[in-house]
């Protein structure tokens, strides 16, 4: 079982055209009216949501997990503080000592292809870098899931291995399951050496 982390502060983190900040009460309208769209979750182990109670707990999940150290996870909203649309951030599911986080994200179908996914994805990946100290940030997700696996790919994620039948679907079939990476940049004068 995985160490559990002191929960820092959530900061505010400033990407161009956005405000990633810390999930509130104020965002529950917004998290409902993306995630009761049934394209959002095409390839989420949820459903949509059917009331605004149910954006309201996933809401209240996100804060009790970051006050306990389990992830760090922040509300993308527009920069006019206007609109929330999408969470993204980093779990810890694994032992602090390894250095390694998995990267989660959820962005409102509205604003897919914009470019403010990469936007946010940059700053939450540089973040985990820089602040945290963390080595590796690794990301599943549906190998079926083109759109995503390319989002992320364009800030430097590569795909290491396809994850044979490891989602169980709602219908009962099985679907693999995509792993990706980025590892920290090597710190200035050293190569990255390859282990195996």
Excluded: C
């Excluded at 104020?26 to 979750?41: C, E, K, P, Q, V």
């Excluded at 290491?160 to 995509?178: D, K, M, N, P, T």
Aim: aromatic share 10%; charged share 25%; hydrophobic share 40%.
């Amino acid at each position: 079982m995985a160490a559990r982390r002191s929960a820092p502060k959530l900061p505010e983190l400033p990407p161009p055209r956005l405000r990633l900040v810390a999930p509130s009460s104020r965002h529950i309208g917004d998290l409902f009216a993306y995630g009761s769209r049934a394209d959002f979750t095409t390839f989420l182990d949820s459903k949509p949501f059917r009331t605004r109670r149910d954006a309201e707990r996933f809401l209240r999940a996100l804060q009790s997990d970051n006050r306990a150290g389990k992830r760090m996870y922040w509300v993308a909203e527009l920069r006019d503080g206007k609109r929330a649309v999408g969470t993204l951030g980093l779990l810890f599911p694994f032992a602090p000592h390894h250095r390694v986080a998995e990267f989660g994200y959820g962005f409102a179908p509205d604003v897919w292809g914009s470019g403010l996914f990469a936007e946010a994805a940059q700053a939450v990946v540089n973040h985990g870098f820089a602040k945290l100290g963390l080595h590796r940030i690794q990301a599943l997700t549906r190998a079926a899931n083109v759109r995503s696996i390319k989002g992320i790919e364009k800030i430097g994620f590569h795909q290491e291995a396809v994850l044979s039948e490891f989602y169980q679907e709602q219908g009962g079939e099985r679907s693999s399951a995509a792993l990706l990476a980025l590892l920290a940049p090597p710190k200035s004068g050293s190569k990255r050496k390859a282990r195996r």
